[in-house]
Protein backbone atom coordinates (compact mmCIF):
# COMPACT_ATOMS: atom_id res chain seq x y z
CA UNK A 1 0.00 0.00 0.00
CA UNK A 2 3.01 2.55 0.79
CA UNK A 3 3.29 2.89 -2.88
CA UNK A 4 -0.25 3.53 -3.38
CA UNK A 5 -2.11 6.50 -2.95
CA UNK A 6 -4.94 7.25 -0.94
CA UNK A 7 -7.57 10.20 -2.34
CA UNK A 8 -9.19 12.46 0.34
CA UNK A 9 -12.56 13.99 -0.06
CA UNK A 10 -14.25 16.33 2.44
CA UNK A 11 -17.62 17.05 1.09
CA UNK A 12 -18.75 19.99 3.14
CA UNK A 13 -21.58 22.56 2.61
CA UNK A 14 -19.61 25.62 1.75
CA UNK A 15 -16.43 23.71 0.26
CA UNK A 16 -15.56 20.60 -1.12
CA UNK A 17 -12.03 19.46 -0.41
CA UNK A 18 -10.26 16.99 -1.62
CA UNK A 19 -6.34 15.61 -1.44
CA UNK A 20 -3.40 13.01 -2.25
CA UNK A 21 -2.21 11.11 0.66
CA UNK A 22 0.24 9.19 1.44
CA UNK A 23 0.03 5.99 4.24
CA UNK A 24 2.12 8.45 6.38
CA UNK A 25 -0.61 11.03 6.29
CA UNK A 26 1.16 13.86 4.37
CA UNK A 27 -0.83 15.44 1.78
CA UNK A 28 0.67 15.16 -1.36
CA UNK A 29 -1.52 18.14 -3.05
CA UNK A 30 -4.70 19.07 -1.87
CA UNK A 31 -7.52 20.95 -3.85
CA UNK A 32 -11.02 22.58 -2.97
CA UNK A 33 -14.50 24.13 -4.94
CA UNK A 34 -17.07 26.00 -3.89
CA UNK A 35 -20.41 23.75 -3.36
CA UNK A 36 -22.42 27.01 -4.20
CA UNK A 37 -23.07 25.96 -7.85
CA UNK A 38 -23.78 22.17 -7.13
CA UNK A 39 -25.83 22.52 -3.90
CA UNK A 40 -29.38 21.91 -5.93
CA UNK A 41 -28.17 19.52 -8.31
CA UNK A 42 -26.77 16.37 -6.48
CA UNK A 43 -25.79 14.57 -10.24
CA UNK A 44 -23.34 17.45 -11.20
CA UNK A 45 -21.57 17.63 -7.39
CA UNK A 46 -21.05 13.70 -7.71
CA UNK A 47 -19.54 14.74 -11.64
CA UNK A 48 -17.66 17.22 -9.96
CA UNK A 49 -16.03 14.85 -7.38
CA UNK A 50 -15.10 12.40 -9.82
CA UNK A 51 -13.83 14.85 -12.50
CA UNK A 52 -11.62 16.43 -9.51
CA UNK A 53 -9.98 13.20 -8.01
CA UNK A 54 -9.18 12.20 -11.74
CA UNK A 55 -7.38 15.74 -12.30
CA UNK A 56 -5.87 15.90 -9.21
CA UNK A 57 -4.58 11.94 -9.61
CA UNK A 58 -2.97 12.67 -13.27
CA UNK A 59 -1.92 16.22 -12.79
CA UNK A 60 0.46 15.01 -9.87
CA UNK A 61 1.47 11.26 -10.79
CA UNK A 62 0.18 10.10 -14.06
CA UNK A 63 0.59 6.45 -14.44
CA UNK A 64 3.65 6.14 -11.90
CA UNK A 65 1.09 5.03 -9.30
CA UNK A 66 -2.50 3.73 -8.12
CA UNK A 67 -5.13 4.74 -6.13
CA UNK A 68 -5.53 2.26 -3.59
CA UNK A 69 -8.96 3.79 -2.46
CA UNK A 70 -11.04 7.19 -2.05
CA UNK A 71 -12.55 8.05 1.15
CA UNK A 72 -15.47 11.03 1.53
CA UNK A 73 -16.74 12.51 4.26
CA UNK A 74 -20.30 14.24 4.66
CA UNK A 75 -21.85 16.28 6.34
CA UNK A 76 -24.34 14.39 7.47
CA UNK A 77 -26.07 10.70 8.18
CA UNK A 78 -24.11 7.87 6.52
CA UNK A 79 -24.54 3.85 6.18
CA UNK A 80 -20.70 3.11 5.75
CA UNK A 81 -21.12 -0.28 5.83
CA UNK A 82 -23.68 0.16 2.83
CA UNK A 83 -21.83 3.45 1.47
CA UNK A 84 -25.36 4.96 1.42
CA UNK A 85 -25.66 8.88 1.97
CA UNK A 86 -29.17 8.51 4.06
CA UNK A 87 -29.17 12.40 5.02
CA UNK A 88 -27.51 15.80 4.66
CA UNK A 89 -29.52 18.20 6.52
CA UNK A 90 -27.38 21.21 4.53
CA UNK A 91 -27.37 20.14 1.13
CA UNK A 92 -31.04 19.26 -0.43
CA UNK A 93 -31.57 16.46 -2.16
CA UNK A 94 -29.48 13.94 -0.70
CA UNK A 95 -31.61 10.80 0.40
CA UNK A 96 -30.44 7.63 0.18
CA UNK A 97 -27.76 7.90 -2.61
CA UNK A 98 -25.52 5.15 -3.23
CA UNK A 99 -22.31 7.37 -3.45
CA UNK A 100 -19.74 4.79 -2.87
CA UNK A 101 -21.11 2.56 -5.61
CA UNK A 102 -21.51 5.42 -8.23
CA UNK A 103 -17.97 6.85 -7.53
CA UNK A 104 -16.62 2.88 -8.03
CA UNK A 105 -18.17 2.37 -10.99
CA UNK A 106 -16.43 5.86 -12.67
CA UNK A 107 -12.98 5.03 -10.56
CA UNK A 108 -12.59 1.45 -9.95
CA UNK A 109 -10.77 1.12 -6.61
CA UNK A 110 -13.20 0.84 -3.61
CA UNK A 111 -14.56 3.44 -2.48
CA UNK A 112 -15.70 4.41 1.42
CA UNK A 113 -17.73 7.21 2.81
CA UNK A 114 -18.17 8.56 6.50
CA UNK A 115 -20.11 11.14 8.52
CA UNK A 116 -17.65 14.32 8.42
CA UNK A 117 -17.33 14.69 12.30
CA UNK A 118 -16.03 10.88 12.73
CA UNK A 119 -13.55 11.11 9.86
CA UNK A 120 -12.00 14.53 11.96
CA UNK A 121 -11.73 12.00 14.77
CA UNK A 122 -10.60 9.47 12.94
CA UNK A 123 -7.64 12.02 11.51
CA UNK A 124 -6.39 13.84 15.17
CA UNK A 125 -6.43 9.94 16.28
CA UNK A 126 -4.25 8.65 14.08
CA UNK A 127 -2.17 11.96 12.87
CA UNK A 128 -2.62 14.75 15.10
CA UNK A 129 -4.07 15.21 18.80
CA UNK A 130 -5.16 11.83 19.75
CA UNK A 131 -2.29 9.92 18.67
CA UNK A 132 -1.29 7.20 20.29
CA UNK A 133 -4.46 7.16 22.31
CA UNK A 134 -6.86 4.04 22.64
CA UNK A 135 -9.99 5.86 24.03
CA UNK A 136 -10.76 9.25 23.21
CA UNK A 137 -13.28 11.91 22.41
CA UNK A 138 -12.91 14.15 19.47
CA UNK A 139 -15.41 17.31 20.01
CA UNK A 140 -16.37 20.12 17.35
CA UNK A 141 -17.69 23.13 18.63
CA UNK A 142 -18.88 25.28 15.94
CA UNK A 143 -22.88 25.97 14.71
CA UNK A 144 -23.30 22.66 15.92
CA UNK A 145 -21.48 20.51 18.72
CA UNK A 146 -20.56 17.01 17.06
CA UNK A 147 -18.41 14.70 18.00
CA UNK A 148 -16.72 11.22 17.29
CA UNK A 149 -15.18 8.82 19.56
CA UNK A 150 -12.39 6.53 19.29
CA UNK A 151 -12.62 3.25 21.58
CA UNK A 152 -10.37 0.54 22.09
CA UNK A 153 -8.47 1.73 19.04
CA UNK A 154 -11.59 1.96 16.25
CA UNK A 155 -13.98 4.30 15.14
CA UNK A 156 -17.36 3.68 17.78
CA UNK A 157 -20.41 4.42 15.06
CA UNK A 158 -23.28 3.25 17.28
CA UNK A 159 -25.66 0.82 15.83
CA UNK A 160 -27.28 3.41 13.48
CA UNK A 161 -24.02 5.25 13.03
CA UNK A 162 -25.29 8.12 14.25
CA UNK A 163 -23.23 8.01 17.81
CA UNK A 164 -21.10 10.72 19.44
CA UNK A 165 -23.38 13.61 19.49
CA UNK A 166 -22.19 15.37 22.21
CA UNK A 167 -23.58 18.07 21.30
CA UNK A 168 -27.20 16.55 22.25
CA UNK A 169 -26.11 15.45 25.68
CA UNK A 170 -28.65 17.58 28.48
CA UNK A 171 -27.20 19.43 30.88
CA UNK A 172 -30.53 20.29 32.90
CA UNK A 173 -33.41 18.01 33.80
CA UNK A 174 -35.69 21.41 32.35
CA UNK A 175 -33.81 23.65 29.80
CA UNK A 176 -33.85 25.62 26.35
CA UNK A 177 -35.56 23.69 23.34
CA UNK A 178 -33.00 22.22 21.17
CA UNK A 179 -33.32 21.89 16.92
CA UNK A 180 -32.88 17.98 17.33
CA UNK A 181 -36.35 18.53 19.37
CA UNK A 182 -35.20 17.69 22.88
CA UNK A 183 -34.40 20.59 25.29
CA UNK A 184 -31.64 21.55 27.44
CA UNK A 185 -29.27 20.32 25.20
CA UNK A 186 -24.90 21.17 24.96
CA UNK A 187 -25.40 22.93 21.61
CA UNK A 188 -28.26 24.92 22.71
CA UNK A 189 -26.04 26.60 25.75
CA UNK A 190 -22.53 26.48 23.90
CA UNK A 191 -23.59 26.32 20.04
CA UNK A 192 -22.06 29.48 18.26
CA UNK A 193 -25.63 31.06 17.88
CA UNK A 194 -26.09 31.14 21.62
CA UNK A 195 -22.88 31.84 22.27
CA UNK A 196 -23.01 35.18 20.13
CA UNK A 197 -26.25 35.98 21.91
CA UNK A 198 -24.91 35.54 25.47
CA UNK A 199 -21.49 37.33 24.71
CA UNK A 200 -23.96 40.56 23.44
CA UNK A 201 -25.56 40.20 27.17
CA UNK A 202 -22.51 39.23 29.00
CA UNK A 203 -20.50 42.18 27.18
CA UNK A 204 -23.50 44.58 26.79
CA UNK A 205 -22.84 45.33 23.21
CA UNK A 206 -25.02 44.33 20.64
CA UNK A 207 -23.82 41.57 17.79
CA UNK A 208 -20.39 41.29 19.38
CA UNK A 209 -18.50 38.45 17.29
CA UNK A 210 -16.64 35.38 19.68
CA UNK A 211 -13.36 36.73 17.72
CA UNK A 212 -14.30 40.68 18.96
CA UNK A 213 -14.68 38.35 22.94
CA UNK A 214 -11.50 36.71 22.20
CA UNK A 215 -9.76 39.93 21.31
CA UNK A 216 -10.89 41.59 24.27
CA UNK A 217 -9.90 38.32 26.41
CA UNK A 218 -6.32 38.83 25.28
CA UNK A 219 -6.52 42.16 26.43
CA UNK A 220 -7.74 41.53 29.87
CA UNK A 221 -11.19 42.59 29.57
CA UNK A 222 -13.00 40.67 32.86
CA UNK A 223 -15.90 40.54 31.12
CA UNK A 224 -15.08 38.55 27.88
CA UNK A 225 -12.75 36.36 30.72
CA UNK A 226 -15.89 35.71 32.43
CA UNK A 227 -17.84 34.62 29.40
CA UNK A 228 -15.22 32.09 27.80
CA UNK A 229 -14.66 31.10 31.78
CA UNK A 230 -18.38 30.30 32.22
CA UNK A 231 -18.61 28.38 28.62
CA UNK A 232 -16.19 26.60 29.79
CA UNK A 233 -17.26 25.29 32.90
CA UNK A 234 -20.70 24.34 30.58
CA UNK A 235 -18.68 22.40 28.37
CA UNK A 236 -16.71 20.75 31.44
CA UNK A 237 -20.03 19.65 32.84
CA UNK A 238 -21.20 17.93 29.77
CA UNK A 239 -18.30 16.59 29.20
CA UNK A 240 -17.79 15.10 33.01
CA UNK A 241 -20.90 12.49 32.36
CA UNK A 242 -18.48 11.53 28.99
CA UNK A 243 -15.96 11.09 31.00
CA UNK A 244 -17.62 8.91 34.20
CA UNK A 245 -19.12 6.71 31.61
CA UNK A 246 -16.67 6.21 28.62
CA UNK A 247 -13.40 6.71 30.88
CA UNK A 248 -11.25 8.27 27.97
CA UNK A 249 -7.69 9.59 28.62
CA UNK A 250 -8.09 12.38 25.72
CA UNK A 251 -10.55 14.79 25.11
CA UNK A 252 -9.56 16.46 21.59
CA UNK A 253 -11.57 19.95 21.00
CA UNK A 254 -11.88 21.53 17.81
CA UNK A 255 -14.11 23.70 15.52
CA UNK A 256 -14.02 27.45 15.40
CA UNK A 257 -14.66 27.93 18.92
CA UNK A 258 -11.74 26.31 20.22
CA UNK A 259 -9.81 29.19 18.89
CA UNK A 260 -10.79 30.65 22.61
CA UNK A 261 -8.78 27.58 23.64
CA UNK A 262 -6.49 29.71 25.65
CA UNK A 263 -9.34 30.81 27.59
CA UNK A 264 -11.51 27.89 28.07
CA UNK A 265 -9.04 25.02 28.21
CA UNK A 266 -7.29 24.92 31.84
CA UNK A 267 -11.65 25.84 32.85
CA UNK A 268 -13.11 22.81 31.21
CA UNK A 269 -9.78 20.88 32.10
CA UNK A 270 -10.55 21.76 35.88
CA UNK A 271 -14.34 21.31 35.97
CA UNK A 272 -13.88 17.58 34.78
CA UNK A 273 -11.40 16.92 37.61
CA UNK A 274 -13.38 18.81 40.34
CA UNK A 275 -17.17 17.20 39.35
CA UNK A 276 -16.12 13.41 38.12
CA UNK A 277 -15.05 10.57 40.17
CA UNK A 278 -11.46 10.23 40.95
CA UNK A 279 -10.26 7.66 39.12
CA UNK A 280 -11.41 8.79 35.72
CA UNK A 281 -10.89 12.31 36.01
CA UNK A 282 -7.17 11.81 36.69
CA UNK A 283 -6.53 10.09 33.20
CA UNK A 284 -8.32 12.87 31.44
CA UNK A 285 -6.27 15.38 29.42
CA UNK A 286 -7.80 18.21 26.93
CA UNK A 287 -5.25 19.40 24.55
CA UNK A 288 -6.69 21.07 21.35
CA UNK A 289 -7.15 19.61 18.10
CA UNK A 290 -4.09 19.82 15.54
CA UNK A 291 -4.94 19.54 12.20
CA UNK A 292 -7.57 22.27 11.47
CA UNK A 293 -9.18 22.18 7.74
CA UNK A 294 -7.09 19.25 6.60
CA UNK A 295 -8.49 17.16 8.79
CA UNK A 296 -11.91 15.93 6.95
CA UNK A 297 -8.95 14.63 3.95
CA UNK A 298 -6.71 13.20 6.22
CA UNK A 299 -9.80 11.35 8.04
CA UNK A 300 -11.08 10.17 5.09
CA UNK A 301 -7.66 8.68 3.86
CA UNK A 302 -7.31 6.81 7.43
CA UNK A 303 -11.09 5.33 6.90
CA UNK A 304 -10.04 4.12 3.79
CA UNK A 305 -5.91 2.83 5.42
CA UNK A 306 -8.40 1.36 8.07
CA UNK A 307 -11.04 -0.33 6.01
CA UNK A 308 -8.04 -1.82 3.43
CA UNK A 309 -5.78 -2.80 6.63
CA UNK A 310 -9.06 -5.11 7.87
CA UNK A 311 -9.57 -6.38 4.46
CA UNK A 312 -6.27 -7.51 4.34
CA UNK A 313 -6.16 -8.99 8.00
CA UNK A 314 -9.74 -10.88 7.09
CA UNK A 315 -8.31 -12.18 4.03
CA UNK A 316 -5.10 -13.23 5.98
CA UNK A 317 -7.00 -15.27 8.52
CA UNK A 318 -9.65 -16.75 5.69
CA UNK A 319 -5.92 -17.62 4.21
CA UNK A 320 -6.48 -16.19 0.85
CA UNK B 1 -14.41 -26.65 25.81
CA UNK B 2 -18.30 -28.16 25.75
CA UNK B 3 -17.37 -30.78 28.02
CA UNK B 4 -15.61 -29.18 30.59
CA UNK B 5 -17.35 -26.79 32.87
CA UNK B 6 -16.70 -22.99 34.19
CA UNK B 7 -16.87 -21.97 37.85
CA UNK B 8 -18.67 -18.70 38.79
CA UNK B 9 -17.64 -16.30 41.79
CA UNK B 10 -19.44 -13.41 42.83
CA UNK B 11 -18.19 -11.73 45.67
CA UNK B 12 -20.39 -9.18 47.17
CA UNK B 13 -20.35 -7.15 50.33
CA UNK B 14 -23.47 -9.79 51.78
CA UNK B 15 -23.06 -12.64 49.92
CA UNK B 16 -20.38 -14.63 48.19
CA UNK B 17 -22.29 -17.07 45.31
CA UNK B 18 -20.69 -19.94 43.39
CA UNK B 19 -21.79 -21.65 40.73
CA UNK B 20 -20.98 -24.10 37.67
CA UNK B 21 -21.92 -23.28 34.86
CA UNK B 22 -22.21 -24.94 31.35
CA UNK B 23 -21.25 -23.84 28.15
CA UNK B 24 -24.86 -22.92 27.44
CA UNK B 25 -25.30 -20.84 30.55
CA UNK B 26 -26.63 -23.00 32.30
CA UNK B 27 -26.05 -23.62 36.02
CA UNK B 28 -25.38 -26.79 37.14
CA UNK B 29 -24.93 -25.84 41.09
CA UNK B 30 -25.01 -22.94 43.03
CA UNK B 31 -24.25 -22.18 46.64
CA UNK B 32 -23.29 -19.44 48.37
CA UNK B 33 -22.05 -18.25 51.92
CA UNK B 34 -22.29 -15.13 54.31
CA UNK B 35 -19.39 -12.77 53.57
CA UNK B 36 -19.55 -11.47 57.10
CA UNK B 37 -17.59 -14.09 58.70
CA UNK B 38 -14.51 -13.19 56.46
CA UNK B 39 -15.36 -9.20 56.21
CA UNK B 40 -12.15 -8.09 58.05
CA UNK B 41 -10.26 -11.27 57.21
CA UNK B 42 -8.90 -11.27 53.49
CA UNK B 43 -6.93 -14.07 53.44
CA UNK B 44 -9.91 -16.13 54.98
CA UNK B 45 -12.11 -14.97 52.78
CA UNK B 46 -9.88 -16.16 49.81
CA UNK B 47 -9.20 -19.34 50.95
CA UNK B 48 -12.87 -20.01 52.02
CA UNK B 49 -14.11 -19.26 48.11
CA UNK B 50 -10.92 -21.61 47.12
CA UNK B 51 -12.28 -24.34 49.64
CA UNK B 52 -15.91 -23.87 48.34
CA UNK B 53 -14.92 -24.04 44.54
CA UNK B 54 -12.96 -27.22 45.15
CA UNK B 55 -15.26 -29.00 47.07
CA UNK B 56 -18.40 -27.75 44.81
CA UNK B 57 -16.64 -29.02 41.73
CA UNK B 58 -16.08 -32.50 43.66
CA UNK B 59 -19.36 -32.97 44.40
CA UNK B 60 -20.66 -32.62 41.04
CA UNK B 61 -18.21 -34.22 39.23
CA UNK B 62 -15.69 -35.92 40.67
CA UNK B 63 -13.29 -36.46 38.00
CA UNK B 64 -15.61 -37.07 35.12
CA UNK B 65 -14.73 -33.40 34.16
CA UNK B 66 -12.22 -31.02 34.04
CA UNK B 67 -13.17 -26.97 35.01
CA UNK B 68 -11.76 -24.86 32.04
CA UNK B 69 -11.45 -21.82 34.22
CA UNK B 70 -12.55 -19.61 37.47
CA UNK B 71 -14.13 -16.42 36.52
CA UNK B 72 -14.62 -13.66 40.00
CA UNK B 73 -16.75 -10.92 40.17
CA UNK B 74 -16.00 -8.27 42.87
CA UNK B 75 -17.89 -5.45 44.08
CA UNK B 76 -15.16 -2.33 43.22
CA UNK B 77 -11.92 -1.73 41.08
CA UNK B 78 -10.53 -4.21 39.41
CA UNK B 79 -7.49 -4.67 37.20
CA UNK B 80 -9.02 -7.56 34.72
CA UNK B 81 -6.12 -7.39 32.06
CA UNK B 82 -3.68 -8.01 35.58
CA UNK B 83 -5.99 -10.18 37.55
CA UNK B 84 -5.20 -7.24 40.65
CA UNK B 85 -8.56 -6.11 42.93
CA UNK B 86 -7.37 -2.17 43.39
CA UNK B 87 -10.19 -1.40 45.85
CA UNK B 88 -13.28 -2.81 47.24
CA UNK B 89 -15.14 0.01 49.12
CA UNK B 90 -17.54 -2.14 51.04
CA UNK B 91 -15.19 -4.89 52.01
CA UNK B 92 -11.96 -3.12 54.07
CA UNK B 93 -8.58 -4.65 53.60
CA UNK B 94 -8.28 -5.35 49.77
CA UNK B 95 -5.88 -2.93 48.34
CA UNK B 96 -4.04 -4.00 45.36
CA UNK B 97 -4.76 -8.23 45.77
CA UNK B 98 -3.45 -10.36 42.87
CA UNK B 99 -6.53 -12.32 43.23
CA UNK B 100 -5.97 -14.34 40.04
CA UNK B 101 -2.86 -15.73 40.36
CA UNK B 102 -3.53 -16.44 44.35
CA UNK B 103 -6.54 -18.68 43.09
CA UNK B 104 -4.25 -19.66 40.16
CA UNK B 105 -1.83 -21.27 42.27
CA UNK B 106 -4.18 -23.08 44.18
CA UNK B 107 -6.24 -24.55 41.56
CA UNK B 108 -4.60 -24.87 38.67
CA UNK B 109 -6.50 -23.44 35.86
CA UNK B 110 -6.98 -20.24 34.11
CA UNK B 111 -8.51 -17.52 36.66
CA UNK B 112 -10.14 -14.00 35.86
CA UNK B 113 -11.44 -11.54 37.62
CA UNK B 114 -13.91 -8.54 36.84
CA UNK B 115 -16.02 -5.56 38.47
CA UNK B 116 -19.32 -7.16 39.22
CA UNK B 117 -21.54 -4.51 37.21
CA UNK B 118 -19.67 -5.56 34.02
CA UNK B 119 -20.49 -9.13 34.43
CA UNK B 120 -23.90 -8.88 34.87
CA UNK B 121 -23.92 -6.58 31.99
CA UNK B 122 -21.71 -9.57 29.93
CA UNK B 123 -24.20 -12.10 32.02
CA UNK B 124 -27.71 -10.11 30.12
CA UNK B 125 -25.96 -10.39 26.89
CA UNK B 126 -25.02 -13.07 26.74
CA UNK B 127 -27.76 -15.26 28.30
CA UNK B 128 -30.63 -12.62 29.44
CA UNK B 129 -32.35 -9.26 28.45
CA UNK B 130 -29.67 -7.89 26.20
CA UNK B 131 -29.34 -11.63 23.51
CA UNK B 132 -28.29 -11.36 20.32
CA UNK B 133 -27.79 -6.97 20.45
CA UNK B 134 -24.13 -5.81 19.81
CA UNK B 135 -24.67 -2.59 21.68
CA UNK B 136 -25.96 -1.71 24.87
CA UNK B 137 -26.59 -0.50 28.26
CA UNK B 138 -27.03 -2.72 31.48
CA UNK B 139 -28.17 -0.40 34.43
CA UNK B 140 -28.87 -1.37 37.89
CA UNK B 141 -30.52 0.44 40.49
CA UNK B 142 -29.61 0.20 44.09
CA UNK B 143 -28.35 1.83 46.48
CA UNK B 144 -26.03 2.67 44.11
CA UNK B 145 -26.65 3.05 40.49
CA UNK B 146 -24.35 1.19 38.42
CA UNK B 147 -23.60 0.28 34.42
CA UNK B 148 -21.68 -2.12 32.11
CA UNK B 149 -21.27 -0.93 28.49
CA UNK B 150 -21.49 -3.91 25.61
CA UNK B 151 -20.13 -1.95 22.50
CA UNK B 152 -19.65 -3.69 19.23
CA UNK B 153 -20.53 -7.12 21.22
CA UNK B 154 -17.96 -6.72 23.93
CA UNK B 155 -17.39 -5.12 26.86
CA UNK B 156 -16.23 -2.15 27.14
CA UNK B 157 -14.44 -1.66 29.93
CA UNK B 158 -12.22 1.50 29.60
CA UNK B 159 -8.72 2.91 29.77
CA UNK B 160 -8.89 2.84 33.53
CA UNK B 161 -11.10 -0.09 33.92
CA UNK B 162 -13.94 2.19 35.58
CA UNK B 163 -15.96 2.78 32.71
CA UNK B 164 -19.63 2.62 32.37
CA UNK B 165 -20.63 5.01 35.70
CA UNK B 166 -23.76 6.08 34.89
CA UNK B 167 -24.65 6.50 38.29
CA UNK B 168 -22.35 9.65 37.81
CA UNK B 169 -23.64 11.60 34.84
CA UNK B 170 -24.82 14.98 36.22
CA UNK B 171 -28.30 15.81 35.38
CA UNK B 172 -28.36 19.44 36.47
CA UNK B 173 -25.42 21.89 36.25
CA UNK B 174 -25.76 22.68 39.69
CA UNK B 175 -27.69 20.38 41.99
CA UNK B 176 -27.39 17.75 45.15
CA UNK B 177 -23.33 17.18 45.95
CA UNK B 178 -22.88 13.24 45.54
CA UNK B 179 -20.70 10.77 47.32
CA UNK B 180 -18.21 10.51 44.52
CA UNK B 181 -17.15 14.68 44.80
CA UNK B 182 -19.60 15.44 41.85
CA UNK B 183 -22.71 17.09 42.44
CA UNK B 184 -25.89 16.87 40.38
CA UNK B 185 -25.49 12.75 39.52
CA UNK B 186 -28.33 10.31 38.61
CA UNK B 187 -27.47 8.59 41.59
CA UNK B 188 -28.10 11.11 43.50
CA UNK B 189 -31.54 11.47 42.59
CA UNK B 190 -32.51 7.97 42.16
CA UNK B 191 -29.95 6.11 44.04
CA UNK B 192 -32.18 4.22 46.86
CA UNK B 193 -31.70 6.36 50.06
CA UNK B 194 -32.40 9.18 48.22
CA UNK B 195 -35.66 7.51 46.81
CA UNK B 196 -37.19 6.53 50.22
CA UNK B 197 -36.73 10.28 51.36
CA UNK B 198 -38.57 11.38 48.18
CA UNK B 199 -40.99 9.18 48.99
CA UNK B 200 -41.54 9.98 52.44
CA UNK B 201 -41.90 13.76 50.92
CA UNK B 202 -44.18 12.60 48.00
CA UNK B 203 -46.29 10.27 50.25
CA UNK B 204 -46.83 12.23 53.38
CA UNK B 205 -45.17 9.49 55.11
CA UNK B 206 -42.00 9.06 57.46
CA UNK B 207 -40.20 5.60 57.02
CA UNK B 208 -42.11 4.52 53.79
CA UNK B 209 -40.65 1.55 51.92
CA UNK B 210 -39.97 1.48 48.14
CA UNK B 211 -41.65 -2.08 48.44
CA UNK B 212 -44.66 -0.03 49.79
CA UNK B 213 -44.83 2.50 47.43
CA UNK B 214 -45.06 -0.10 45.12
CA UNK B 215 -47.85 -1.82 46.95
CA UNK B 216 -49.35 1.31 46.71
CA UNK B 217 -49.21 2.09 42.84
CA UNK B 218 -50.57 -1.53 42.23
CA UNK B 219 -53.77 -0.44 44.33
CA UNK B 220 -53.50 2.71 41.60
CA UNK B 221 -52.46 5.07 44.88
CA UNK B 222 -52.38 8.77 42.54
CA UNK B 223 -49.18 9.39 44.55
CA UNK B 224 -47.39 6.45 44.49
CA UNK B 225 -48.06 6.50 40.86
CA UNK B 226 -46.79 10.31 40.93
CA UNK B 227 -43.42 9.00 42.67
CA UNK B 228 -42.86 6.23 40.31
CA UNK B 229 -43.24 8.76 36.93
CA UNK B 230 -41.29 11.13 38.47
CA UNK B 231 -38.62 9.01 38.95
CA UNK B 232 -38.47 7.22 35.55
CA UNK B 233 -38.16 11.16 34.03
CA UNK B 234 -35.39 11.73 35.85
CA UNK B 235 -34.11 8.21 35.11
CA UNK B 236 -35.19 8.67 31.48
CA UNK B 237 -33.59 12.22 31.16
CA UNK B 238 -29.81 10.98 31.95
CA UNK B 239 -30.22 8.17 29.64
CA UNK B 240 -31.11 10.28 27.14
CA UNK B 241 -27.44 11.79 27.05
CA UNK B 242 -26.24 7.91 26.62
CA UNK B 243 -28.67 7.29 24.00
CA UNK B 244 -27.51 10.34 21.77
CA UNK B 245 -23.53 9.78 22.28
CA UNK B 246 -23.59 6.05 22.29
CA UNK B 247 -27.02 5.20 19.95
CA UNK B 248 -27.25 1.37 21.57
CA UNK B 249 -30.45 -0.42 20.86
CA UNK B 250 -30.97 -1.84 24.30
CA UNK B 251 -30.92 -0.81 27.76
CA UNK B 252 -31.58 -3.34 30.18
CA UNK B 253 -32.44 -2.42 34.20
CA UNK B 254 -32.08 -4.69 37.13
CA UNK B 255 -31.39 -4.63 40.58
CA UNK B 256 -34.01 -3.54 43.36
CA UNK B 257 -35.49 -0.74 41.89
CA UNK B 258 -36.54 -2.11 38.92
CA UNK B 259 -39.39 -4.29 40.99
CA UNK B 260 -41.13 -0.95 39.86
CA UNK B 261 -40.67 -1.73 36.39
CA UNK B 262 -44.43 -1.75 35.40
CA UNK B 263 -44.71 1.49 36.82
CA UNK B 264 -41.93 3.03 35.19
CA UNK B 265 -40.83 1.70 32.48
CA UNK B 266 -43.11 2.86 29.77
CA UNK B 267 -42.36 6.48 31.16
CA UNK B 268 -38.73 5.98 30.84
CA UNK B 269 -38.85 4.94 27.02
CA UNK B 270 -41.21 7.70 26.06
CA UNK B 271 -38.94 10.73 28.04
CA UNK B 272 -36.02 8.94 25.97
CA UNK B 273 -37.29 8.86 23.22
CA UNK B 274 -39.24 12.37 23.13
CA UNK B 275 -35.64 14.20 24.13
CA UNK B 276 -33.38 12.19 22.31
CA UNK B 277 -32.58 12.78 18.38
CA UNK B 278 -34.78 11.20 15.98
CA UNK B 279 -32.87 8.45 14.88
CA UNK B 280 -31.12 7.43 18.33
CA UNK B 281 -34.60 7.48 20.12
CA UNK B 282 -36.57 5.10 17.32
CA UNK B 283 -33.48 2.17 17.94
CA UNK B 284 -33.56 1.78 21.52
CA UNK B 285 -35.83 -0.40 23.59
CA UNK B 286 -36.09 -0.20 27.34
CA UNK B 287 -36.33 -3.59 29.00
CA UNK B 288 -36.36 -5.07 32.61
CA UNK B 289 -33.24 -7.71 33.24
CA UNK B 290 -33.80 -11.19 33.22
CA UNK B 291 -31.22 -12.99 34.98
CA UNK B 292 -31.87 -11.38 38.50
CA UNK B 293 -29.53 -12.82 41.73
CA UNK B 294 -27.77 -15.65 39.10
CA UNK B 295 -26.20 -12.67 36.92
CA UNK B 296 -23.24 -12.43 38.80
CA UNK B 297 -22.18 -15.96 38.63
CA UNK B 298 -23.39 -16.00 34.91
CA UNK B 299 -21.36 -13.15 33.67
CA UNK B 300 -18.15 -14.74 35.38
CA UNK B 301 -18.72 -18.09 33.69
CA UNK B 302 -19.50 -15.60 30.52
CA UNK B 303 -15.92 -13.70 30.81
CA UNK B 304 -14.58 -17.25 31.05
CA UNK B 305 -15.65 -18.27 27.91
CA UNK B 306 -14.95 -14.67 26.19
CA UNK B 307 -11.14 -14.81 27.19
CA UNK B 308 -11.15 -18.23 26.70
CA UNK B 309 -12.11 -18.18 23.16
CA UNK B 310 -9.98 -15.14 22.46
CA UNK B 311 -7.04 -16.60 23.37
CA UNK B 312 -7.93 -19.72 20.80
CA UNK B 313 -8.28 -17.20 17.68
CA UNK B 314 -5.35 -15.64 18.70
CA UNK B 315 -3.05 -18.96 18.84
CA UNK B 316 -5.35 -19.75 15.49
CA UNK B 317 -3.99 -16.27 14.23
CA UNK B 318 -0.78 -17.41 15.14
CA UNK B 319 -0.27 -20.66 13.96
CA UNK B 320 -0.33 -22.58 17.03
Given at each position: ???????????????????????????????????????????????????????????????????????????????????????????????????????????????????????????????????????????????????????????????????GEIGHI???????????????????????????????????????????????????????????????????????????????????????????????????????????????????????????????????????????????????????
Amino acid sequence: MNKKIIVGVDIGGTNVKLGLVSAQGRIACQTSFSTKGYIRNKKELIRAVIDKIQSLFDQKYSSSRKIAGIGVGLPGLVNPVKGIVKFLPNIPGWRNVPLADIIQQKIKVPVFIENDVNLIALAEWKFGAGSGVRNMLCMTLGTGVGGGLILNNQLYRGEGYVAGEIGHIPIEQNGLPCNCGGWGCLERYVGNRQLQATAAEVLHEKGITLEDVCARAAQGDPLALKFWDETAVTIGNALTGIVNVLNPTRIVIGGGVANASRFMFKTIEKTIKQRSMHVQGAMVKIVKARLGHKAGVMGAAVLVMDALRHKGVARRQAGL
